[in-house]
């Protein structure tokens, strides 16, 4: 338990113990579910968190509130990572009124078969605490269609619920400005761009809707509490939203016997010859896709390499290339390379990638048929100086 403000106190859980989100993303750091109390005469609790932490959850409120009850419970996403204490909730608070929008409710009703006390919301409504005040904006696919925030007037409190979240357990803090924050960044990107990636119209909608409120803080269901990080976070969202890569580049190849492996050693010497430093290289198969997905968002250059695999490209590319664009990754900079054995097709894929409306080429493809030579190796040092001057004239 720790009080933000007077009238607001986090009452969330860290999870230390689940391997992927989802079942999904890996969490090398775990990952917390963030609640909130909002106590004024009447008291509303903001999302809840996974079921299997209630018992911890419940004594987080008590140490808050002692005995009494919780007149509300603001259900901010649907998703069960929040929502699914709401029975069990119930059974402690019967009287407890369920706030949401039309979507929220029908959930509510689906996931969990909940019918009783609700206030059905919609954008702009208002409820007051009786010394505290709780309005709703709809931010819809932000990243379900019933997701909405909740804001506080009176102290510039947004309750953003998934937006502008990560992953990573809190460590002993809760407000940004008592860790060191780091390590979330990168960690925000990963969340962003495999979770919500997708979705980056309907983020700038959202954007644009809560951009006249007065933000003191910024209250998401995962990582910490954004204060004095609030400009940096938006900034994050924004650049994101709008696909905009920072000026570096994510050099992502497979290899089977170490040929394709060399023509990638080749690339990157090509951009460090070209004055890049900013750049991660990733090998396909060592490497989790959550992980390259999040560079791909990051960088504005990708540089791509594989060798040909049953008449087709390296599985583990075809799956990369088929995540990015259910993401509708766009605005980037791209250049590839690949190898076969008796009949080319990689390169074909890679090129069709990087020629796709929203993506421009840079340098010529390199192709190579059976081993590495020398000639090759030049031909990739090429394509990695062409990047690396393409990326910082881009600036
Ligand atoms: Fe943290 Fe979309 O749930």
């Known amino acids: 338990m720790k009080q ?26 775990g990952v917390s579910y963030n609640s909130y109390l909002v106590v004024g005469k009447k008291i509303a609790l903001i999302d809840t968190v996974d079921v299997r932490f209630f018992a911890t959850f419940l004594d987080n409120i008590r140490e808050v509130i002692g005995t009494r009850p919780i007149d509300y419970l603001v259900i ?12 069990l909730i119930r059974q402690v608070y019967p009287d407890i009124c369920l706030v949401g929008n039309k979507k ?14 609700s206030l059905c919301v919609g954008e702009g409504s ?19 269609p019933e997701t909405m925030v909740t804001y506080e007037p009176q102290s510039g409190t947004l309750f953003s619920g998934d937006a502008f979240g990560c992953f990573g ?39 644009k809707k809560l951009g006249g409120l007065t933000l003191r803080r910024i209250c998401p269901t995962h990582g910490p509490v954004w204060s004095e990080s609030i400009g940096r ?8 939203s709008l696909y905009e890569g ?36 990733h090998k396909l198969s060592r490497t989790d896709p959550s992980y390259l997905i999040a560079d791909a968002f990051r960088f504005k250059g990708l540089l791509l390499g594989a060798p040909t695999y049953n008449n087709g490209l390296y599985p583990l590319m075809e799956q990369l290339l088929s995540d990015l664009r259910h993401r509708g990754l766009k605005n980037r900079l791209i250049g590839c390379f690949g190898s076969f054995t008796w009949a080319g097709q990689a390169v074909k894929h890679l090129t069709e990638f990087a020629t796709a409306p929203g993506m421009e080429m840079v ?25 690396a001057r393409r990326i910082l004239e881009a600036e």
């Open 4 to 29: 933000l403000i007077p009238s607001i106190y986090y009452v969330g859980v860290n999870d230390r113990n689940k391997e992927r989100f989802e079942c999904l993303w890996p969490l090398s750091s």
């Open 76 to 87: 901010n996403h649907m998703e069960p990572d929040h929502s699914g204490c709401i029975g």
């Open 104 to 117: 929220t409710l029908q959930m509510a009703e689906g996931f969990y078969c909940q019918s009783g006390p």
């Open 126 to 144: 208002e409820l007051s605490l009786e010394g505290m005040d709780l309005r709703f904006y709809l931010i819809p696919m932000v990243h379900w």
């Open 169 to 207: 357990a809190l460590n002993g803090g809760v407000l940004d400005s008592e860790m060191d924050v780091e390590p979330y960044f990168p960690e925000m990107i990963r969340y962003y761009s495999n979770i919500v990636g997708k979705y980056g119209t309907q983020v700038q909608m959202a954007l």
């Open 233 to 240: 976070v938006i900034a994050a969202y924004q650049r994101m």
């Open 246 to 281: 920072e000026q570096g580049v994510s050099l992502i190849f497979g290899s089977m016997y170490g040929n394709t492996l060399l023509m990638a050693e080749s690339v990157a010497e090509g951009l460090v010859k070209g004055g890049l430093k900013n750049f991660t290289m």
């Open 363 to 387: 340098g010529e493809p390199v192709e190579m048929k059976q081993g590495f030579t020398r000639e090759t190796g030049l031909k990739c040092r090429q394509l990695g100086e062409a990047m």
